[in-house]
């Protein structure tokens, strides 16, 4: 079973940057697409940014232009560079891995506070 951790929260300064990483086991980690999702305090999950098996990348609206995604398939692991955090980026982030197969499994999240 793919079990996906990960792992960077914390809390920074708005304008602060983190990076956040989501390691996964599996020899097949080159083929699954992956996503970054959040959670704010009663709001419901969104796609923050997605990374294809190519390494196409989408990112919603709200993140354009502050945050990165990226993979790194020799380490298992693909990455959310987040830049210029502002209060409203508080939120549990979590990792998403869809297998070739259409599974999808899920972390368990990190929590990133952003205070002003």
């Known amino acids: 079973q793919v079990q996906p951790v990960e792992s960077g929260g914390g809390l920074v300064q708005a304008g602060g940057s983190l990076r956040l990483a989501c390691a996964a086991s599996?020899?097949?980690?080159?083929?699954?697409?992956m996503g970054w999702h959040r959670q704010a305090p009663g709001e419901q999950r969104e796609l923050v940014a997605s990374i294809t098996i190519s390494s196409s990348t989408n990112y919603a609206d709200s993140v354009k232009g502050r945050f990165t995604v990226s993979r790194d398939n020799a380490k298992n692991t693909v990455y959310l560079q987040m830049n210029n955090l502002k209060p409203e980026d508080t939120a549990v982030y979590y990792c998403?891995?869809?297998?070739?197969?259409?599974?999808?499994?899920w972390g368990k999240g990190t929590l990133v506070t952003v205070f002003s």
């Open positions: 998403r891995i869809t297998t070739p197969f259409g599974m999808d499994y």
């Open positions: 599996g020899s097949i980690f080159k083929l699954y697409a």
